[in-house]
């Protein structure tokens, strides 16, 4: 019989967010790896300063997350982020840039990233927009999504197989910003539940995100919660 007073063993811990960071400011660059020393949950797997050497990266790594410049010596990050999908289809990209609007947030759920965030604003903005993305979430202003998704409106292809009642259900509460915990709690449905109705919606609309799904759904007129 174990003895009460012995330590329990601890739980595992949860894998680290494998980061590629593609930045060709070297200043940028170093401050960044330094600062993700500072959270063991981040694992900096490369640091490159082109979308050439970032391919050969993405496709050697494979990390969870791309921390892609939008602005790189040999092109637009944006531009590349389904070349990043095709070379580690498991990757999320994260664009980071000097500006943004709703213009910038369209192109980039157009071609499936998960998000864009503002080189100016602070750390603990980077390292929570990181863990939202590794999460399965878009982190994309409210402001700017608003007018990406009234840009996205009305064009683009039908959506193939259709959606069961509980998909729309889930998808329609992703587009009014509801995360898991919500949606578990509203459906009444177990996390695992939910989280294998966004894959399926995902496999079903050939979309990498849910935000993305939701510029799909939009666009055909999926939204509608019955």
């Known amino acids: 019989m174990p003895n009460p007073t012995s330590p329990q063993p601890m739980p595992p811990a949860a894998a680290p967010i494998r980061v590629l960071l593609v930045e060709d400011h070297k200043m940028v660059a170093e401050a960044l790896a330094a600062a993700f020393e500072e959270f063991p949950e981040i ?20 990390p969870d997350i791309v921390l892609l410049d939008r ?19 498991s990757s999320r990209v994260l664009v980071l840039t000097g500006d943004a609007n709703s213009a910038i947030a369209a192109r980039i759920l ?28 878009v982190v994309i202003d409210p402001e700017l ?11 683009g292809d039908r ?4 959606l069961t009642l509980r998909e729309r259900q889930v998808l329609g509460l ?4 509801a995360g898991t915990d919500r949606i578990a709690e509203e459906l009444r449905l177990a996390r695992n539940t939910v ?12 979309t990498h995100s849910k935000l993305e799904a939701v510029v799909h759904a939009r666009k055909n007129g999926l939204l509608e919660r019955p």
Request: no cysteine.
């Open 43 to 62: 694992d900096l797997v490369a640091s490159v300063e082109s979308l050439a050497h970032g391919m050969i990266a993405a496709g050697n790594q494979l």
């Open 71 to 89: 602005r790189l010596p040999d092109g637009d990050g944006i531009e590349a982020i389904a070349g990043f999908h095709a070379v580690s289809p």
């Open 110 to 137: 157009e071609v499936g990233g998960a998000g864009l965030l503002l080189k100016s604003g602070l750390l603990d903005e980077l390292i929570t927009a990181i863990r939202t993305v590794a999460a399965g979430d």
């Open 145 to 155: 999504l608003s007018g990406a998704l009234a840009m996205l409106a009305g064009s």
């Open 159 to 162: 959506l193939g197989p259709v």
């Open 174 to 177: 992703i587009a009014e910003g």
């Open 195 to 206: 989280r294998n109705h966004v894959q399926r919606i995902l496999v079903k609309t050939g």
